[in-house]
């Protein structure tokens, strides 16, 4: 039985990825924040000197990106120097990495889905610590995994489809920018890609995208959960082009697909992995 550790067991992917334990053979270890912070690599070395661990699971970060723009040595400190440390234990061990990074390591200005060889270029302190994580990870290991995915949702932890369904509960309008192109993505789906990972254990290691098919704005998936909801009511939706934020956002961030569904499975549209959390949310 494969032996994996899951780092950042509390945020919602890691909760995510937990849902999975019940129904799968693997033999998971997870570690919240408290249990083992990512910038103490002296607790990390003694950990993975006395555990044989098969796989490690990166889903801490600091995942403020506003917050990055005001505090980004906390964000460094965390998605760049936390990653090298997970990387340097991981070679010394000789544990496989699957690490999770983000869309935001690109510009966003393609008119294309990005593809995982595609230049880097972040624009924001969150994009820059991120894309530093993985150029570590890259430096130290041969066996890692790097998934970029974006837009998470989940039933877990604060998202954007749980703030705008308690949104449209409570009555409010809502002003939701068009201005940023990308793709929803769901915990649930990611988590079984990195099952994937561990359990066929012959994937090509490197760099891979993830998220659904298709893509949108923040407006077209806020009117997307008002459609699929009892309550919801697409007209508590206003479109707006002034949304201001600290940090510059990527205006189009989708991410190419095609090697992850070479090596993996063709994966279901954004709207179709929506309306699945959805039903659970009102179940
Ligand atoms: N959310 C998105 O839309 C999105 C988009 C693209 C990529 N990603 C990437 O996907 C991954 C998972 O994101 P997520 O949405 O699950 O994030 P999340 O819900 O914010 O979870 C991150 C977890 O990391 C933990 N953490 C923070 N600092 C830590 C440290 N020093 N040591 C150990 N744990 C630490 C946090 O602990 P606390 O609970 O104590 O804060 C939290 O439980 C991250 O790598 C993120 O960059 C996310």
Known sequence: MKKVIVLGSNGQLGKTIKDFTDSSTIDFHFYSRSDLDITDKTKLETLFACSDFDYCINCAAYTNVEGAETNNEDAYLINADGA?????????????????????????????????????????????????????????????????????????????????????????????????????????????????????????????????????????????????????????ILPTSKFKTLAKRPQYSVLSLNKTEENFKKLNTWQISLREILSEMQA
Do not use: M
């Not at 924001?124 to 974006?150: A, P, V």
């Not at 079984?192 to 254990?201: A, G, H």
């Open 84 to 236: 090298k440390h997970i990387a340097e234990v991981c070679n010394r061990f000789q544990v496989k990495l699957i690490h999770i990074s983000t869309d935001y390591v690109f510009d966003g200005e393609n008119n294309e889905p990005y593809t995982t060889t595609d230049q880097t270029n972040p624009i924001n302190q969150y994009g820059k610590s991120k894309l530093q994580g993985e150029l570590y990870i890259q430096e130290q290991l041969n066996e890692y995994y790097i998934i970029r995915t974006s837009w998470l949702y989940s039933l877990h932890g604060k998202n954007f489809v749980k703030t705008i369904v308690g949104k449209l509960k409570s009555g409010s309008t809502l002003n939701i920018t068009t201005e940023e192109q990308g793709t929803p993505t769901s915990c649930l789906d990611l988590a079984s890609f990195i099952l994937y990972l561990v359990t066929s254990d012959k994937v090509p290691y490197g760099i891979y995208n993830f998220t659904a098919n298709g893509s949108t704005t923040w407006y077209g998936f806020a009117q997307e959960i008002a459609k699929n909801l009892p309550y919801g009511n697409s007209d508590q």
